[in-house]
């Protein structure tokens, strides 16, 4: 092994009993973001990351206003001839709410089992730390810095879905000139099991609104001979899809690549145990396209639902009225190559094609839309990130996408150009968003170990995986 490889891992090895205290000193701090009551605390994690940042050594650390929540950016430049990686990640943490359930305090965080106990543990102040602590072994390890340019940029508001991201991305485009991207918030695919998350769906939707008369009717007067805007939309709505849950608005389809060989084995070669997931939903059965497996529809294939409908009278027993208007929300999971405006677009003129005469119908598009994202599976990144966990966890990492859909990695790609890998370590156990979460302390470290891989292998062997779309 390299020497300065072996140098930063003693490092790690010799400071990992005070990373626990570390991430608990971090958890204390009620940095809820949803709340404007919590915004000294929001204050008081930024200042808690700048310093933490200068203790590792990181010489120019900024904490910088947005019209929300600031950004510490601490950048490391070592040499502008080596490559330059941005770690991602937040301070911000999701509210701890049902408090009855916790069974210590969220903001005061507790020991037990071996694993840290609190509000943010996992999400995302355990990867945060992760990352500078693997950044400040390798300056000890190299005598001051830590062989690599490394800008930090842990934002505030993640969980309120990053409002003021992408505008500070763009507008500071020249001091987040990087290679690569890296996210330190997300997680694996077990405990103890290493994956690398390559991919993640967009998102587009509308609110759907059906009017008919102007006020509500008697069915014994009217019914019969005025449209029921609940019909009418039941019938838009069920036009949308096929009885096996193929879409059918045009367009809707427009843009997406066939799915490659490559792509689709490595969604079915996912573990998942497909029963238990079934016994814990209570279904008997998967349901959809049979043209591609459960994994695939669940992860790498368009979707459209029907989160809400409402109109007319929802109270217990009978009331035999004609609604004057009836409401939906429809949402789109979105794949690489479709486009969210355009998905919009054309939700929008399914709905008028296929609105019946004398109804009025309007579709709005609703907020939080975004493009999905992949990365391309024989990126080299990837190498280098599969070997470097393969060698912290003992055990090769397999790609993994989420369904879900998380705009920070597409935005760092059409704003900044650049790749963003997901490189962080929270397990599905942890309890995110739910009471009792918590990080474990070997986690702590075999994470610091993984990304003191990567970052180190990355410094190494820059003709590897760096430019590589100028060499293709
Ligand atoms: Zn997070």
């Not at 020991?111 to 602590?133: E, N, P, T």
């Not at 459960?294 to 609604?323: C, D, H, S, Y």
């Not at 598009?365 to 470097?388: I, S, T």
Request: with cysteine.
């Amino acid at each position: 092994m390299n020497d300065s490889l072996q140098a930063a891992l003693a490092v790690v090895s010799d400071s990992a009993a005070s990373y626990a205290d570390d991430l608990m000193e971090f958890v204390r701090i009620p940095s809820v973001s949803t709340d404007p009551e919590h915004r000294p605390d929001i204050e008081a994690a930024a200042a808690w990351v700048a310093g933490r940042l200068a203790l590792a050594g990181v010489p120019e650390v900024r904490t910088m206003e947005t019209p929300g929540h600031p950004v510490v950016l601490g950048r490391w430049q070592v040499d502008p001839e080596l490559p330059t990686v941005i770690v991602y990640g937040h301070y911000d943490v999701q509210p701890p709410d049902p408090l009855e359930l916790w069974e210590s305090e969220p903001f005061e965080p507790e020991l037990r089992d071996g694993k840290v106990f609190g509000r943010g543990a996992s999400d995302d102040k355990g990867g945060v730390l992760i990352a500078i602590q693997a950044v400040e072994a390798m300056a000890r390890a190299g005598g001051g810095d830590p062989g690599i340019n490394v800008t930090f940029l842990i934002e505030g508001e993640e969980e309120v879905g990053s409002p003021n991201l992408p505008v500070f991305l763009d507008q500071q485009r020249e001091i987040l000139k990087a290679d690569l991207a890296i996210s330190a918030d997300g997680g694996i695919h077990g405990v103890g099991i290493p994956s690398l998350t390559v991919g993640s769906r967009g998102l587009a939707g509308v609110q759907i609104t059906v009017r008919g008369a102007n006020a509500d009717l008697h069915s014994g007067m009217y019914g019969g001979a005025v449209p029921n805007p609940l019909m009418a939309l039941a019938k838009i709505l069920a036009g949308m899809q096929d009885d096996q849950g193929r879409i059918l608005v045009d367009g809707f389809h427009d843009g997406i690549p066939d799915l490659d060989a490559a792509t689709m084995a490595a969604v079915d070669a996912i573990p998942e145990d497909e029963r238990a997931e079934l016994d814990h939903i209570g279904l008997k059965r998967w349901w959809g396209d049979p043209a591609y497996s459960p994994m695939a529809r669940r992860v790498v294939r368009p979707t459209l639902e029907i989160n809400g409908m409402w109109g007319g009278f929802q109270g217990e027993g009978i009331k035999t009225v004609l609604p004057k208007e009836a409401h939906a929300k429809v949402t789109c999971r979105l794949v690489v190559g479709q486009d969210p405006d355009a998905v919009v677009t054309a939700l929008t003129r399914h709905v008028q094609a296929n609105a019946p005469e004398d109804v009025e119908v309007t579709a709005t598009p609703l907020a939080g839309k975004g493009k999905a994202y992949q990365m391309p599976l024989d990126h080299p990144v990837l190498r280098l990130a599969g070997e470097a966990m393969a060698a912290a966890y003992g055990r090769e990492p397999f790609p993994v996408w989420t369904g879900g859909t998380v705009p920070v990695a597409e935005q760092f790609q059409s704003l900044l150009g650049t790749w963003c890998l997901y490189y962080a370590f929270g397990e599905p156990d942890n309890g995110l968003h739910a009471p009792n979460e918590f990080f474990r302390v070997g986690t702590l470290r075999t994470g610091t170990e993984a990304t003191v891989r990567l970052l180190h292998a990355l410094a190494q062997r820059p003709d590897d995986w760096r430019r590589v779309e100028e060499v293709a």
